[in-house]
């Protein structure tokens, strides 16, 4: 029977220390067989940390035998690579058999990773980019708070890895905010891969932490199981609005004489000899090359936990439908659209459905129309980016609709690794940014996000749209709150007309539903196709009409849709005759690009024509920086007629 | 004549005062009519800044004739939104004309952008990314350190972007390192785009900086011209060993009483009528009119200044040649170039011409030799990526050619914006990045750089080279280090088969010359061709083996140089017959879809597959990756045999 702490306790008995005790010989052992099995991993910091583990799942309310119970408290390890610490605590209290982990540690399909994966039952979260674990707590802290629940969340660091700057923003997230439900647990081993912390980089956690409105402990000894659970206690039943730090001095390696303190074992593991030395200090059995038989075996794979699957309920509400006469910047139409989500989902008295983060750009966001709906559901995070995606990802997986939005320089460019991470995690955000593309002007170069398409095509996860206007904008964010998973929509910074039919009437009226891999023919014609999406919709009709003129009947495809594409109307332009492809993006990494894998995929080559962004962005109106890189209307038609020969 | 003070004064004279206030005067005006005539700029913390800005050009080391001077000081714009009070500071001082700058200002090839870039004389850096510039600022100061001279560096940044998390990793370089000769300006101005700053995301800049190691000096009136020049003056004589803040209190919009202490005026400009009335207060006639018509005439562009295009001589040093029967990891043969390029370039008492960055990762990239080498040269930056490729960039550009390596998921996906600034700036920056592709194996998903190809494909002047083996990777990296420019290399981490001929002699042998945007025919075939590079090089060799004994006559290409891609041998494959493209790599973002856009470009469709990663890759051994995704051998040479039919 695993043990649980009684928190009224003023210290824990002798009998639990005991217990602890025997835990913290047989979890050793199982860090040091499954590192030396796999010939790599990190033993040194799962030594150091494992105290504090073995605590910490005596105080945190959970359940292996429902690793995700709603009630349970969570537990991240921002230090992913610790994972034979974490999983050989986990298998002590039963999530899974010990001989799953140690037979399938770091093997292709075992479901037991080198840094820790959420696919292990009792691991709430992938880790193992040093210092976004606490942007996840964070996010995790903030989400039980407003659901005005009691959960506690504890996020075990690494000393090394409070160098990372965005750890600071969390830390500002969190006093910010009084997330006094959350505890960081800092291993100060003072040992990081290349020597001492303090030779590497010097810093004062005390002084930082505490500097910045934390309740900073310092542990003495990392190693005193009672002092760790007093110190750990009190953090858990902590009201004050302070989050707390424990800085626990620990030692690398600790409980193997001759680790201790080596910078190298952080991430070398024992060679036989050495194993052997180890468990016989340890006082345990040696059955390493039993182990190194039955690793011969396929691996079982049978306790890989499914990606969580939970997604709020979320209202649509009414459709906003946009005029003809009055341009209007999709930027608009993503506030209106939000506003409306909010007063259809988030009710008065009750927890928020919908969440809406930024960083100092809230009016230029149009987020200030849900600011002023749902202030509690409206996070303000300052300039910091890296910390905000991160939080967002978390908090998207604790039940609420997360929009994320800032410009596309910081929404994509800035925290692409962040984005990454909530990938891996299956996590459900809404990135949406204004001001993307050359459309930016003025600004230049450092805020014309010219590679959204381009980097959001390297995760696996994510949908990527692009509205053509504020009609279709709203319909696309409509679309992206009610269903689950990672979005992007991106959009430019300025007014722009509505899109209409050739008679004149809105083409994204009330009747439009927006289907993702679905491309819309703005225009039909026969001679080419020019396809597009987003700001450079209106130019690519405008070069529709004046090679109408010219007696040319082209197609105008509005490929809003990017992730996943229409592969079948690019397939379908090809067959009518050359295409152009029109972007306000990098034109090698962007739509065209990606219509040119379609159709060599399919043995196709029609006359084709890429047009984009060739060079950096100058500073100046749109209009003249779209004429530069020849993405005016007058170009785009020009272009078609010399494909037509 | 511009002021240039004498910094053996205790104060500033009453004719330098006054000399200030004049200065004051013609610059607010400038910073109000350029904004106002752009209809877009940022006058408030202009205005807030001017009086630092224009003390630090009184006291800097400066030659307005000659902007790029080898013996100026530094004065990095953090905030480079700001660049409405830049300009107008540098005008006064005749780095170019008033009028180019009020009928440029933010139009289209005028040469004066919306946010600082260094095609303005007088300019050190672009900026606009907030957070950022300290690093560039402190790679500077490290620079004059490594050259024994006494240049300064001032770095003027705002308030809110000090709640970017790479700031503190700035911060903690500075002080590691002694960076005396570096002071920090804070604009104190207390507000940012959304409000207060302690609304927004409160901070104690005196007790952060202060607590990190930094002087951190309080100004309490940032406007008071005299208490500044004292201030600047000490910190710019400051031979303490410890770098300078002065955190200078100010007013947003000052001078303008309808504008001060008013956080709007951050990003709006003042429409003609109270513009009438801000001039009228400053006392000066109102032409705002006239400027108008001026900005109906095409821009001069006249004063644009041309990138930098100083790089030191660089001796490549002997080529090591690595022999067919011992198998060696890409990144020794890394490690040991550089340590070449450092024997026959860093001379002992003289400055290092080659200088090694690394983030606690020094052993895994295989710089110890260099570092052994070139102690002085080498920076531990510790886990602090961001900055760390920032300041990299910085270094780049003052003549040191900066290798920065770390696992590809650090100097790539995490960085992506840092480097993407580098790259605005023209810097000369050598990314070589070990650890990348599946070929990581255990470490699993987030150490799994597979996405480096898609991602610096979206600037314009970064080079991409993987090499197949260590006799390519030496040749590449001594190609690197001669050539100027921004160059990243990729290697995987593991040892690797020397790249042979079919007789079995070496590939790469020592009279191999790597010439970029040049592939290489390892095998030669007619049948169809296999088109591959980096880690998965030998499985091609291996699936060449396996087709001939199939029967088949099939070529390997081995497309080291990416970016500039070989389009010539690619379309040379695609007349051959089919074309499989196998890498280790994102399959939609990297060599195939390049490839697939070049034969679109060309019309020709050849039959052809490509093989790359399909979904985030698992945790264990490189070769039970690979073969999950399809990229072992046989794999490969299936996919070759269903393509001939």
Not at 119 to 143: F, K, R, Y
Not at 205 to 210: D, F, I, R, S
Not at 556 to 561: E, F, G, K, Q
Not at 568 to 581: C, E, F, S
Request: hydrophobic share 40%; net charge neutral.
């Amino acid at each position: 029977m695993p043990l649980k702490f009684d928190l009224s306790a003023a210290d824990l008995s002798s009998a639990e220390l005991a217990s602890l005790k025997e835990m913290r010989t047989r979890c050793a052992r199982r860090i040091l067989l499954s590192t030396s099995l796999a010939a790599s991993g990190h033993p040194g910091g799962s030594l150091s940390s494992l105290d504090m583990l073995l605590v910490a799942y005596g105080i945190l309310r959970h359940d292996p035998k429902n690793p995700r119970m709603e009630a349970r408290d969570r537990f991240v390890a921002s230090i992913g690579h610790i994972s034979p610490g974490v999983y050989s605590v986990l298998a002590e209290h039963g999530y899974f058999n010990e001989e799953d982990f140690l037979a399938g540690f770091r093997r292709t399909g075992s479901g037991f990773p080198g840094h820790v994966e959420s696919i292990v039952p009792g691991v709430e979260w992938d880790t193992g980019n040093l210092g976004q674990g606490l942007s996840t707590a964070v996010g995790m802290a903030h989400a039980f708070k407003l659901k005005g629940l009691n959960n506690r969340v504890f996020c075990l660091m690494g000393d090394g890895e409070q160098q990372k700057g965005q750890i600071v923003e969390a830390i500002r997230h969190a006093v910010k905010y009084k997330l006094d439900n959350l505890t960081v647990l800092i291993d100060r081993n003072k040992l990081q891969i290349c020597g001492s912390t303090e030779d590497i980089m010097p810093q004062c956690m005390q002084k930082l932490y505490g500097g910045l409105g934390f309740n900073a402990v310092k542990l003495e000894n990392g190693h005193d199981c009672n002092a760790i659970y007093k110190a750990m206690r009190d953090a858990y039943r902590n009201i004050s609005g302070v989050p707390t730090v424990l800085i626990a001095q620990t030692v690398m390696g600790k409980g193997i004489s001759f680790m201790e303190n080596k910078a190298k074992y952080h991430g070398s593991t024992l060679p036989a000899d050495d194993l052997a030395k180890a468990l016989a200090e340890l006082g345990v059995a040696n059955d390493f090359e039993q182990w190194q038989e039955k690793r011969k075996q396929p691996v079982s794979g049978k306790s890989i936990m499914p990606p969580r699957a939970d997604y709020p309920s979320v209202q649509a509400g009414e459709p906003i439908v946009y005029p003809v006469d009055k341009p209007t910047d999709c930027r608009s139409g993503y506030g209106n659209a939000l506003t409306s989500l909010a007063q259809a989902n988030n009710k008065a008295g009750q927890p928020p459905v919908i969440v809406g983060i930024s960083c100092d750009l809230e009016g230029s966001v149009k987020m200030d129309g849900f600011h002023k709906h749902s202030p509690q559901a409206y996070l303000e995070l300052g300039i910091q980016e890296h910390h905000a995606a991160g939080t967002a990802g978390a908090m998207s997986c604790e039940n609420f609709v997360t929009f994320f939005s800032t410009f596309g320089s910081f929404a994509v460019s800035e925290v692409y690794n962040q984005n990454r991470l909530n990938d891996f995690n299956h996590s459900n955000v809404k990135v949406v940014a204004t001001h993307v593309g050359l459309d930016v002007g003025e600004d230049g170069p450092t805020h014309q996000c010219i590679d959204y398409l381009g980097l959001m095509k390297n995760y696996f996860r994510f949908s990527v749209f692009m509205p053509a206007d504020p009609n279709q904008t709203d319909r696309i964010i409509r679309h992206i709150a009610v269903q689950p998973g990672n979005h992007f929509v991106g959009m430019g910074r300025s007014k722009t007309p509505t899109i209409t039919r050739e008679d004149g009437s809105i083409y994204y009226d009330a009747d439009y539903v927006f289907t993702p891999g679905q491309a819309d023919w703005l225009r039909e014609g026969t001679d080419a196709t020019i396809i597009t999406y987003g700001a450079l919709t209106p130019a690519c009709i405008e070069a529709w009409k004046l090679l109408k003129q010219a007696g040319k009947s082209v197609g105008v495809l509005n490929m809003a849709s990017l992730l996943p594409l229409d592969k079948d109307a690019v397939l379908a332009a090809a067959k009518r005759g050359p295409i152009v492809t029109v972007e306000d993006h990098h034109v090698e990494t962007g739509l065209g690009a990606s219509a040119a894998a379609v159709l060599i995929d399919k043995g196709l080559a029609p006359k084709m024509k890429r047009l984009g962004v060739k060079q950096y962005g100058g500073s100046g109106k749109p209009s003249d920086l779209y004429k530069q890189q020849g993405l005016d209307a007058e170009s785009i038609a020009k272009t078609v007629l010399e494909l037509l020969g």
